[in-house]
């Protein structure tokens, strides 16, 4: 259960950096955004920002927003006790299967180093979850897929803490 909170706490972690990311990208970068709930600044963002051609910035913001649907779907399915599913999903959407269909190769070559190794990280990672969640499905024990869950959404959430988009 606890690991299971973890997993949901990294995601809404994840989705609200997204969208930070998303509203700085939308407004140019300019000026910090405001806390809803206390209508106060939030502190100087002090990601590294990377300059990325708009058409590969959008194309990269739909994949992150794909990967983010996955995750969504990947929980629904083990929370039915689905792993096969949760396995095919991962590998399929954000496992290393995935880099083909999602262009990485040429959004890679925008991306400092740092960037490009969470990349790489988190589609490693996913696919070592479709491994466990598949044995999962033969053992009946969630709790070695919920923690290689985590370790992807770790992934996510250790680029979006470093990095954000001019």
Sequence with gaps: MVRHTLVVVAIALCLADGLALAQNHDHGGHGAP????????MPADTREAVAIPPKMAMHMM?????H????QEIQAALAK?????AAKIAEQRIGMSSLRSHGAHEVGKFMPQGMRDAGTGMHRAASRFAVVAQ????????????????????????????????
């Design 81 to 85: 006790g689905e792993t096969d599913k």
């Design 68 to 71: 983010l649907a996955a995750l």
């Design 135 to 166: 044995e999962a499905g033969v053992t009946g024990d969630l709790k070695p897929a919920l923690a290689a869950l985590a370790d992807v959404t770790a992934q996510c959430v250790g680029c979006h803490a470093g990095y954000r988009l001019k």
């Design 34 to 41: 405001h806390s809803p709930a206390h209508g106060h600044r």
């Design 62 to 66: 739909a994949n992150m927003r794909d």
